[in-house]
């Protein structure tokens, strides 16, 4: 007799070749439209699942895990933030949480400097310019930006992604720096060329481009906040790509219309899809809407590893990216 599937309900679409596979493993419930499921949705997911794959735009807090079944047993987020998910509830539930880590490193990192090579060399503005039909001809003063090479990069967060920016940027020449919770170790600054700074204060003043990548804790909201963006060179450049609520925005807002720094460039938001308008208008801000992590190969990747965390749960192992309450 065969022994009965795991019931696994995925809340967003998920490339087909990962959807495929999960209908090939379990018994699963895929998402017809790509949009969030409502709370009603949720609750219902959680009451009938032995395993919820959420994404980052599921709240799965307190209340959501109350309502769960006792079925529930294992949050396989399809993402590596988990930030949206209460996991120590999840725990005193007897429930596992999962991720998927490392997968968009490499992909992100490339975001980064993206936008920060977008900000320094106006790359939207003479766009905007193409487009619009409004360009007559080469001018030696027009759309100047500046260089990278020689600049000072601060990376805020030398995890994964913080060492794949940093790979990159020395890769154009930059003078790598950062801030991180634990030194790294010897051989690894001495492999970036990177100068550590304990002091962050002492760091984001010194930097020509701050690059943001530590994750979302109750230690990082606002990390950047109102004070520590006053520190930075008035012609600096932030870059984001890490969790909106680590830079209070009105306070990011504030410096630029005043001019008080030299440009933003942004794949993230405090609000997430509420992005400030002011933003919008001005001509030093480049925005991305969260596309950090937007590859087809990435994302079957992290489709892959959510599939692997599920099958080694069901096969009675511990899930290999099982998140542990106070990790971040």
Not at 44 to 50: G, L, M, P
Request: with cysteine.
């Amino acid at each position: 007799m065969p022994t009965k599937r795991l019931s696994v309900v995925v809340t967003r679409r998920l490339p087909e070749v990962v959807e495929t596979r999960l209908k090939e493993l379990f018994d699963v419930r895929l998402r017809d439209d790509d949009t969030p499921m409502t709370r009603e949705e949720l609750v219902a997911a959680v009451k009938e699942a032995d395993v919820l794959v959420p994404t980052i735009t599921d709240e799965i807090d307190a209340g959501l895990i109350g309502n769960a079944g006792p079925q529930l047993k294992l949050i396989a987020n399809y993402g590596s933030g988990v930030d949206h998910i209460d996991v120590a509830t999840a725990r005193q539930r007897g429930v596992l949480v999962s991720n998927t880590p490392g997968v968009s490193a490499d992909d992100t990192a490339d975001m980064a400097m993206a936008l920060m090579l977008a900000v320094t060399r106006r790359i939207p503005e003479g766009l905007a310019r193409m487009q619009a039909g409004e360009w007559t001809g080469w001018s030696p003063t027009a759309l100047l930006g500046t260089r990278v090479n020689g600049k000072r990069v601060g990376v805020l967060g030398m995890g994964r992604i913080g060492q794949a920016v940093a790979r990159r940027a020395a890769a154009f020449g930059m003078q790598i720096h950062y801030h991180n919770r634990h030194r790294l170790r010897p051989e690894t600054e001495e492999a970036f060329g990177a100068t550590y700074w304990e002091s962050l204060d002492q760091m984001v003043a010194r930097m020509d481009v701050i690059s943001i990548n530590c994750p979302h804790t109750p230690s990082t909201f606002h990390l950047m906040n109102a004070r520590r963006l006053k520190l930075l060179k008035s012609d600096a450049v932030l870059v984001n790509t890490s969790r909106g609520e680590v830079i209070d925005e009105n306070a990011l807002v504030r410096m630029l219309e005043a001019g008080e720094l030299g440009g933003a460039g942004l794949d993230v938001f405090e609000h997430g899809a509420e992005v400030n308008p002011k933003l919008r208008e001005m001509p030093n801000v480049v925005l991305s809407p969260h596309m950090g992590s937007a590859t087809y190969e990435g994302r079957v990747e992290m489709g892959e590893k959510v599939i692997i965390n599920i099958k080694t749960f069901d096969d009675g192992h511990r899930p290999p990216d099982q998140v542990i309450p106070g990790m971040g």
